[in-house]
């Protein structure tokens, strides 16, 4: 009996000693710390606001750079009985939407020179073609003036470029190439007027962020600007609230809130078919609170009617104006629609005190001269314009550098 026993024990001895072998290898280090959650940057960076008021930061419809988080191996079989549950690795806190890095601001045009291809054609080839024909008779000069007129350049500037470069080729005599790229330079800048002031008002006013209103009709692209404008201010070291003013689609406030969230800009925003005066109020409110130097405010574009335009955003500007005088209104027109947009663009230049003009779509366009037209029929200088529908496909406007993409490469 006492034989039998011996081999019993050894094993239940062996058991237990394999046992606390198991436990003293799976035991966790002392001092070893839990995952800590990263803070996320920019997005709560300010003060906690009412759920209402402010969105939380929306995912990226298009994750560029977040990679996904799914476990790549299988999880581990569940502890056998009596067994010490090993500790489990925490999953992977869930990615926070990653804050972008727009790119600088600066040079933006001669990156984006090749979006303008299609006015390339017109102005460097064509223009530079008709005026090194070796007689510029009344008919090349008739031309000459086709080509401005079908680029949108306008007839008032048309007349203008054409008769000064009329006068300079008379006066120079034999042309060389490089003498007329000069020529048409230095015309086509000057009826750009590169002496008026391009920059955007923003930056802290007497205590206070800079509000700008971005208006415009429907579709001409405001809430895109709204956000490539975001990332402009933020790629020059501001920092912004948006405000989505535009309360008449849920999706505005959903667009405007994605471009936010990708550069970490906090999105106020109201109820669908709210005041939009209300969310423009909130928005500058929240923008003071939180310290930001630049509030931009997304309105609607409905033009049902002068009336009706006047009423809505004089309204929004009298209740922000509660805070402090509205910085800057920028006019937001789309290149595309050529002389029909400038009659639609007199109308809010009448209601609202216009201070700049984002020209969108130049990138689908042959008739990139609408810069000129725009600025002599409206008198307000273009400060923005966008080459196409990437998030730093917008461009600070420069007169010199525009008018060297127009004409292309030598
Ligand atoms: N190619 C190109 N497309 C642009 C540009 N700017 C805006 N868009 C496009 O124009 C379309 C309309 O833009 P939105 O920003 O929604 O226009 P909106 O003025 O806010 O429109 P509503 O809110 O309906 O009044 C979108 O598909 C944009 O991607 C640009 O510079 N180039
Ligand atoms: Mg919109």
């Known amino acids: 009996m006492k034989d039998a026993l011996v081999p019993v024990l050894v094993v239940i001895g062996l058991l237990l000693l394999a046992g606390l072998t198991l436990f003293l290898v799976r035991r966790p280090r002392r001092g070893a710390l839990p995952p800590t959650e990263q803070p996320r940057p920019g997005i709560e960076r300010g003060e906690q606001v009412p759920p209402s008021v402010i969105t939380a930061p929306a995912p990226e419809k298009a994750p560029e750079r977040v990679t996904p988080t799914k476990p790549a191996v299988p999880a581990p079989a569940p502890p056998a009985a009596g067994e010490t549950a090993p500790p489990v690795e925490a999953p992977p806190a ?27 054609n017109v102005f460097g080839k064509g223009l530079l073609g008709l005026l090194s024909r070796d007689h510029l008779d009344d008919d090349a000069w008739d031309e000459v003036e086709e080509s ?8 008032q500037a048309t007349t203008e470029i054409v008769a000064k470069l009329r006068e300079r080729t008379r006066v120079l005599g ?21 002496k008026l002031d391009r920059s955007l008002h923003t930056g802290v006013v007497d205590g206070r962020p800079s509000v700008i209103l971005v ?13 490539k404008i975001a990332r402009v201010l933020v790629a020059d070291g501001h920092t912004v609230v948006l405000g989505a ?19 970490g800009a906090q999105v106020v925003r109201g109820p669908e078919g709210g ?26 574009g409905r033009l049902q009617n002068k009336v009706g335009l006047m009423d809505e955003l004089g309204k929004i500007k ?59 029929a409206l008198g307000i200088p273009v400060k923005l314009v966008g080459l196409g529908e990437g998030p730093d496909d917008l461009a600070p406007f420069d007169p010199q550098q525009f008018v060297a993409a127009l004409l292309g490469d030598e």
């Not at 009709?217 to 956000?227: D, Q």
């Not at 029909?340 to 209601?351: C, D, H, I, K, P």
């Open 148 to 155: 401005l007129i079908s680029a949108d350049v306008g007839v």
């Open 174 to 194: 034999t042309r060389t190439s490089s003498d007329l790229r000069t020529l048409l330079t230095e015309e086509l800048t000057e009826a750009l007027d590169p």
């Open 275 to 300: 005041d939009p005066a209300a969310v423009a109020f909130d928005a500058v409110k929240k923008g003071i609170e939180a310290g930001v130097d630049t509030v931009l405010i997304d309105t609607a």
């Open 245 to 263: 003013a535009d309360t008449f689609r849920a999706a505005a406030a959903e667009q405007l809130a994605t471009w936010g969230s990708r550069v």
């Open 215 to 227: 208006v415009g009709v429907n579709g001409a692209g405001k809430t895109t600007s709204c956000g």
């Open 318 to 376: 009298r209740v922000v104006e509660k805070h402090g005088p509205v910085s800057e209104t920028l006019l937001v027109l789309d290149a595309t629609a050529g002389q029909n947009g400038l009659s639609q663009a007199r109308v809010f230049t009448e209601v609202a005190d216009v201070t700049g003009v984002v020209l969108t779509k130049l990138d689908g366009t042959a008739k990139g001269g609408i810069v000129i037209a725009v600025q002599r």
């Open 94 to 120: 869930p990615a926070a939407p990653e804050i972008e890095q727009p790119e600088p601001t600066a040079g933006r045009l001669v990156r984006l020179r090749a979006r303008l291809s299609r006015s390339q």
